[in-house]
C-alpha cells in the first residue's frame, strides 16, 4: 500500500459543498443584517470577498463590504502591543505573542448601512464584531507560510502594500490568529476551507462539530506536508513520491523535500469528505475535544494542547543539518515565554553508508573556545571545524537517539530521521550551518548568543544513545523501550511484529502515536470495531478514548509507538 498523501474522513453527515454557489446561496436564504466573515491574514481576502460579493449580486442580493483590517490599531501600536522588549531587535525570533485579536481592534462598532443592504464585515478580527451570520475562512498553515516567502501575504495589522516576514507569522500572528479562532469555533455558522480561492470548500458549522466528535474516538492520519530546504534530500520524493505540486516554499523545479510534517501541532490539519474534501486545523479538533483526544492525564498537565510531534529530517542526497540546540527549560520561560521546551529525540529510519549522526559535547570539549571559533566564523565566514567540540557518530538504521534541550546536534547527510518531540514554538538555536545560503539565496544566520547561553555542558553522547530495552513479548511480537530520559517527557517504544502476528494494545487515558518505520502495512483495530491502515512511513493518531487496540501484520512489520510518560 503506497504512502498516502490526502488522508480523508467522512462527515457525519451529508458532502462537503464546493465553490461560492452554496455559500451565496446559504446568505439569500438567511438575509442576514451583517455577515461576519473571520480568517488569518495570510488569506487571499480580496479575490475571495470578490468572487462572494459577484455571486451575491447574481442572485439579487446587494451587500455593502467592510475590510476589518482597516479598523486595526495603527501598526507600531499593534507591533508595541506583540512583541517582547527583550527579543524585539530579533532578526529570527520572538516569543508568541499573548494578546487577544480583538484587543487590536480600535473600532468595533458597525452602523447599518443607509440604504438597508445587508452589510459583509470581513478579515481578521470580524467575529469580534455583532453580527448575525459568522463564518470562518481559514488557510492552512503551510499555505500561509508560502504565501509569506513569496511576498504575497502582509502580516496581522500590517498597512497595505507591506510584505509580511516569516518571523511575525510564525511567533506573533499564529499564536493570536489560533486564540481566536478557537474562541470563534463553537459560533462558526460555516467552516470554509481556503486552500483555493478560487473553489473554497466549506462545512456547515454544526455538522463540522459533529463530524470532529466522531473523529476523536478512533484512529486517524493528519494531511502530511513538506517543505523544501536547503540541506534537505530525495528520499520524500523518490521513496514516497511526494509530487513537486506538494513542496511548500520551493522557488525552483529541482528542490527537494527535506523537512516532512507528519503531525505537527497547530499546524497540522485533517480532511475531512470523500470526493471533494474540507482541511480543518488540527488545533481545532484539539481545541473542540481535548478530553477523548488527549485523555485527562495530558490535559491536566499540558492543558488543551498536543504535546507530542513527529516529522521527518530528508538528507538522502542532500547535505547535513546544521548543529543546534533547544532552549533549555528556565530559558525558554523567560526569555520566549513557553512554559515546556523543545526536547527531542533522533530515530533514523534510513541510514546510507557513512551517514553520521551528530549528537553532544565531545569528551572534554573546550566550551570556550567553541564559541571563540563559532564566532569567528560568524565574523569572517571561515569554516568552523565542527568536530573538534561536538561528537560525530556513525548512524545506525532503526536506532534512537535522545536530544533533551541544550545539546548541540543535527542529522549528516544521508539519512531520514523521525523526529519524535515535544511541540512548543521551534527555537532551533543554531552554533554552525555550513556557510550554507538558503533558499532565498542569502546565506542562513546562526544565532550564537541564544545557542551558547543553552548549551549544557554536560551533554555528552554516552548518556544519550539508549540500549533497547525489552519490555515485553507475546505469540509473533516483542515490545522494546527504545529510549527514556529524565528530562524527556514522553517515551518511545517499538513493536516488532511477524508476519500474521497481532499486538494487543491500550491507550491508558493518554493518546499514542504510532508510526510504521519497517514493512509496507499494517492493520490498526480498535475494540469498537473501527480499523485504519497504516502504510510505510505514515503516522497514526490513536486518541485516548479508543481505549484497547490492536496492530495486525500480514507480513513482518516494525511499528515505533510515542505517548506522554
Not at 24 to 51: K, M, N
Not at 174 to 179: A, G, N
Not at 203 to 221: I, K, M, Q, Y
Request: net charge negative; charged share 25%; with cysteine.
Amino acid at each position: 500500500m503506497p504512502y498516502d498523501l490526502q488522508p480523508r474522513y467522512p462527515l457525519a453527515a451529508g458532502a462537503v459543498e464546493g465553490g461560492y454557489a452554496p455559500l451565496a446561496a446559504e446568505v439569500a436564504r438567511a438575509r442576514p443584517g451583517t455577515l461576519s466573515i473571520d480568517g488569518p491574514a495570510a488569506l487571499d481576502w480580496a479575490r475571495f470577498i470578490g468572487s462572494l460579493v459577484a455571486h451575491l449580486r447574481e442572485r439579487g442580493v446587494p451587500a455593502r463590504t467592510v475590510d476589518v483590517r482597516d479598523r486595526m490599531l495603527p501598526w507600531p501600536e499593534i507591533v508595541a502591543r506583540t512583541e517582547r522588549s527583550v527579543l524585539r531587535a530579533d532578526p529570527v525570533f520572538a516569543a508568541p505573542a499573548d494578546v487577544a485579536l480583538a484587543e487590536l481592534l480600535r473600532d468595533r462598532e458597525l452602523p447599518p448601512a443607509a440604504d438597508g443592504r445587508m452589510t459583509i464585515a470581513f478579515g481578521p478580527g470580524s467575529g469580534a464584531l455583532d453580527h448575525d451570520l459568522l463564518w470562518y475562512v481559514d488557510l492552512p498553515k503551510r499555505l500561509a507560510f508560502a504565501a509569506c516567502g513569496a511576498g504575497r501575504a502582509r502580516n496581522l495589522g500590517q498597512p497595505e502594500g507591506s510584505a509580511g516576514t516569516a518571523r511575525r507569522l510564525l511567533f506573533v500572528d499564529w499564536p493570536i490568529e489560533d486564540r481566536h479562532r478557537r474562541g470563534l469555533s463553537a459560533l462558526w455558522h460555516r467552516y470554509v476551507d481556503g486552500s483555493d480561492v478560487e473553489r473554497p470548500r466549506s462545512v456547515d458549522g454544526e455538522l463540522l462539530h459533529r463530524s470532529l466528535r466522531a473523529l476523536s474516538f478512533a484512529p486517524f492520519r493528519t494531511r502530511p506536508a513538506f517543505l523544501a530546504q536547503p540541506w534537505g534530500g530525495r528520499w520524500a520524493r523518490e521513496v514516497l513520491g511526494v509530487p513537486e505540486g506538494e513542496l511548500c516554499v520551493s522557488p525552483d523545479t529541482e528542490s527537494n523535500a527535506g523537512l516532512g510534517y507528519e503531525l505537527v501541532a497547530p499546524e497540522s490539519g485533517v480532511l475531512l469528505g470523500e470526493r471533494d474534501t474540507c482541511e480543518v486545523a488540527l488545533d481545532v479538533l484539539v481545541g473542540a475535544e481535548p478530553g477523548p483526544l488527549l485523555g485527562d492525564h495530558v490535559v491536566e498537565r499540558f492543558g488543551a494542547t498536543l504535546p507530542i510531534r513527529l516529522d521527518y529530517l530528508d538528507t538522502v542526497d542532500g547535505g547535513d543539518l546544521s548543529v543546534h540546540c533547544h532552549p533549555l527549560a528556565g530559558y525558554m520561560r523567560e526569555v520566549f515565554g513557553l512554559r515546556y521546551t523543545q526536547d527531542e529525540s533522533y530515530y533514523v529510519m534510513v541510514s546510507r553508508s557513512g551517514a553520521r549522526i551528530f549528537l553532544g559535547l565531545r569528551e572534554g570539549a573546550d566550551v570556550t573556545r567553541f564559541r571563540r571559533e563559532a564566532e569567528r566564523s560568524q565574523a569572517d565566514g571561515s569554516e568552523l571545524d565542527i568536530e573538534r567540540f561536538v561528537a560525530a557518530h556513525p548512524a545506525s538504521a532503526h536506532q534512537l537517539y535522545l536530544v533533551p534541550a541544550g545539546t548541540p546536534h543535527g542529522s549528516g547527510v544521508g539519512n531520514v530521521v523521525l523526529e519524535i518531540s515535544a511541540t512548543p514554538y521551534l527555537y532551533s538555536l543554531r552554533f554552525y550551518d555550513w556557510l550554507r545560503d538558503g533558499l532565498d539565496g542569502r546565506q542562513r544566520p546562526v544565532q550564537l548568543a541564544h545557542a551558547f547561553a543553552n548549551l549544557d555542558p554536560a551533554r555528552v553522547a554516552r548518556d544519550l544513545i539508549p540500549v533497547p530495552r525489552a519490555l515485553r513479548d507475546g505469540r509473533g511480537f516483542t515490545e522494546t523501550v527504545l529510549g527514556e530520559h529524565p528530562s524527556l517527557f514522553f517515551t518511545v517504544r517499538r513493536l516488532d511484529l511477524d508476519g500474521g502476528a497481532a499486538a494487543e494494545d491500550v491507550t491508558g487515558d493518554r493518546f499514542h502515536v504510532l508510526n510504521l518505520v519497517d514493512g509496507d502495512e499494517v492493520l490498526v483495530r480498535t475494540a469498537s470495531g473501527r480499523e485504519h491502515p497504516l502504510a510505510y512511513a505514515e503516522t497514526l493518531f490513536v486518541p485516548a478514548a479508543a481505549g484497547e487496540y490492536r496492530i495486525e501484520a500480514a507480513r513482518a512489520a516494525r511499528v515505533v509507538k510515542a505517548f506522554v510518560a
